[in-house]
Nanobody
Framework: VQLQAFGGGLVQAGDSLRLSCVVS????????TGWLRQAPGEEREFVAA????????YYADSVKGRFGISRGAAKNTVYLQMNSLRPEDTAVYYC???????????????????WGQGTLVTVFS
């Protein structure tokens, strides 16, 4: 299984950006694809996830109402539409496969067992 993330860039606060993640293959224990991010000097954090069926989506509170995650019709591409971007959204964004299920409904980076390379998003004010 390989994941490739695309679409990062330099944008102004308030602008929009769409990230794409192409997933080649599917691990037997993978049930969702997610986006996570890591800002300079910070821990990696969960952003959003979508199940393989595309029926269920999950978001971090910090991006609810601004970001939308979706899975393409062919199932192997996952998009992250980011609107109303803020400087604090600046980070390297990673797409990853969730290979563990949360027992308490909280999404944590350790649930993701397969990672792609990151794409840098920089938001300036």
């Amino acid at each position: 299984v390989q994941l490739q993330a695309f679409g990062g860039g330099l944008v102004q606060a308030g602008d929009s950006l769409r990230l794409s993640c192409v997933v080649s293959g599917r691990a037997f224990n993978s049930y969702a694809t997610g986006w996570l991010r890591q800002a300079p000097g910070e821990e990696r954090e969960f952003v959003a996830a979508v199940t393989w069926s595309g029926d269920s989506t999950y978001y971090a509170d910090s991006v609810k109402g601004r970001f939308g995650i979706s899975r393409g019709a062919a199932k192997n591409t996952v998009y992250l539409q980011m609107n109303s971007l803020r400087p604090e959204d600046t980070a390297v964004y990673y797409c990853a496969e969730a290979t563990r299920k949360s027992g308490d409904g909280i999404w944590d980076p350790f649930l993701f067992g397969i990672w792609g390379q990151g794409t840098l998003v920089t938001v300036f004010s």
